[in-house]
């Protein structure tokens, strides 16, 4: 490591650790008023959001990772795998605010689905009075983490499993236990799981983190009496009132003790558990019973995307429906009147854009830098400093974000919010970028220096090139978690700034349906271009 490398790394660890750790301690700083304690655990609604915090976080976490586990089984390695990459780019760039909007127009009670069985198999002629969206048990909000959280996890394990130091060696080993007389699904979990799981415990701690934590998925489709915690936090934040406004740090800080206390149970999950024997070993099955094993992955597959692809086509019909009487399964009339007004609201369209690039772009930069420059040690001891946003609740997070753009004189301006986006998408851009990145071949850099080129030279003409498939995904990425920020563009942005996130996920609480559903659309369709553009660049040439 040379002297530049060192202060570059020195000047990476200024320009994101000194924003992180305002942010961190301004956010502890919200613990120390006793009286907030005491006004949360006081309050009747407490007991009860955390329950259902619990309830639901860690049912929707454990379900994403064992319906992940069970899809990669299935597919890897094979054909199958290959359409699983496919299909992984266009579920990864729906939203869950978006996804979350589709799937209540969905499943609610005027939904496309109780249209399609009424009247001949439900008997209604009416919309019913179910719960079906904003349910008290949060299913609605567990069917929506589990169904986005899946692919998050497909994708995380596609960077560990593509590597080519590491995808070459698991496959023989997969076929060295096939020819011991293992089956598919034995092998897979008696070889390769052990070794994946270490790899996967900060993208499912993640998971945990996010599914514990949401806000703007369970405005939308969550329970609402009591609804969970960190919505309560989030309203409680909101308001005018100094003592409320406490409770909501205070109950933030629950949050955050909360998601400590499970990322520690998480740690202490063995590499090889002792259940796995009750799922690799039993009776010898017959050939047709094998056979329908082999194709419950591709089964499993498409029902994902069968549910991808009806929410989507939910939010493409209700952006045009005009009048539309219950049972139909089809508008009586369509319209373009919410799409002329989101095409309309060209600020809102460029506020977007211009966080999303901006913050997307400063986030790549900063992690091939990063990568690039820092020693291995270094990288992996300041992995938990980096990777805090992902592990702190929103509601958390977010004050401290604030209070730091407003020491810094930068709170509701456009500088403050591409602040608080970038601080956001740089964890998600390097779990994108680090194996790749760091699975390079260094033959290649001695090929160069034997050549006669220099470091500048390796990387331009020969590094980069090579890792562009990488770099193009992780912007993607980052692009994508910019478009989905919600709370820090409300917050930070004190009300001044609205993105077609903020827009889709109050206008989600109205009675403007279209409108709501051209806004959700466009929330998922922007990310997606992007996505499909990464995939255009990461195509290997043909000459």
Not at 363 to 371: E, I, T
Not at 414 to 419: F, K, P, S
Not at 460 to 477: G, I
Request: net charge positive; charged share 10%; aromatic share 10%.
């Amino acid at each position: 490591m040379g002297r530049a490398d060192r202060m570059v790394s020195a000047l990476l660890i200024m320009t994101l650790g000194l924003p992180l750790l305002w942010a961190a301690s301004a956010a502890a700083m919200a613990a120390l008023d006793a009286s907030a304690w005491q006004g949360l655990l006081a309050d009747s609604q407490t007991l009860q959001a955390l329950g259902l915090t619990l309830w639901t976080g860690l049912l929707a976490s454990g379900l994403s990772v064992a319906l992940a586990a069970w899809l990669i089984s299935h597919n890897f390695p094979g054909p199958a795998w290959a359409r699983l990459m496919q299909a992984l780019g266009p579920m990864l760039a729906v939203p869950h605010a978006a996804f979350a909007i589709g799937l209540a127009f969905l499943l609610a009670p005027s939904g496309w689905l109780l249209r399609a069985l009424s009247p001949w198999a439900t008997g209604l002629d009416a919309p019913p009075p179910w719960a079906t969206t904003q349910d008290p048990w949060g299913l609605g909000l567990v069917l929506v983490l589990v169904a986005k959280e899946v692919p998050f996890l497909l994708w995380a394990a596609a960077t560990q499993l593509q590597r080519a130091d590491v995808a070459q060696v698991w496959t023989r080993e997969l076929l060295v236990a096939r020819s011991m007389g293992y089956g598919p699904r034995a092998a897979w979990w008696r070889v390769l799981w052990p070794q994946l799981w270490p790899r996967l415990r900060w993208p499912m701690l993640a998971v945990l983190a996010y599914s514990l934590t949401v806000v703007d998925v369970a405005l939308v489709i969550g329970p609402t009496t009591p609804p969970t915690l960190a919505v309560l936090a989030w309203q409680w934040l909101l308001d005018a009132d100094v003592t409320v406004n406490a409770r909501g740090a205070a109950a933030a800080w629950l949050l955050a003790l909360l998601v400590g206390a499970m990322a520690g149970l998480l740690w202490q999950v063995p590499r090889q558990p002792a259940w796995r024997t009750r799922w690799t070993t039993g009776t010898r099955r017959a050939p047709a019973q094998r056979s329908m094993l082999a194709r419950a992955g591709a089964v499993g597959l498409a029902a994902l995307l069968c549910l991808y692809l009806a929410v989507m086509l939910s939010l493409a019909l209700g952006s045009v429906a005009g009048i539309w009487p219950f049972p139909a399964l089809w508008p009586q009339t369509l319209t373009t009147r919410a799409w002329a007004s989101v095409w309309g609201s060209l600020a809102t369209m460029g506020t977007t854009l211009t966080l999303a690039l901006a913050s997307a772009l400063v986030a790549l930069l900063w992690s091939v830098a990063w990568l690039e420059c820092a020693p291995a040690l270094l990288i992996d001891r300041l992995r938990r400093l980096i990777y805090l946003p992902l592990v702190l609740p929103p509601v958390l997070w977010v004050v401290g974000v604030h209070s730091l753009t407003l020491n810094w004189g930068i709170d509701a301006t456009w500088a403050g919010l591409w602040l608080a986006h970038t601080l956001a998408a740089v964890p998600y851009v390097l779990i994108a970028l680090s194996p790749a990145y760091t699975g390079f071949d260094p033959r290649f850099r001695h090929i160069a220096a034997s050549l006669g080129h220099g470091r500048a030279v390796f990387l331009w003409r020969v590094k980069w090139p090579l890792l562009r498939a990488a770099l193009a995904s992780a912007f993607a990425v980052g692009f994508a978690v910019s478009v989905a920020q919600y709370l820090p563009t409300l917050f930070v942005g004190a009300g001044r700034f609205a993105t077609v996130t903020t827009e889709a996920v109050t206008l989600a609480s109205g009675a403007q349906r279209s409108l709501t559903a051209a806004y959700a659309w466009l929330q998922w369709l922007l990310p997606a271009l992007v996505f499909g553009l990464a995939a255009w660049l990461g195509k290997p040439r043909r000459y």
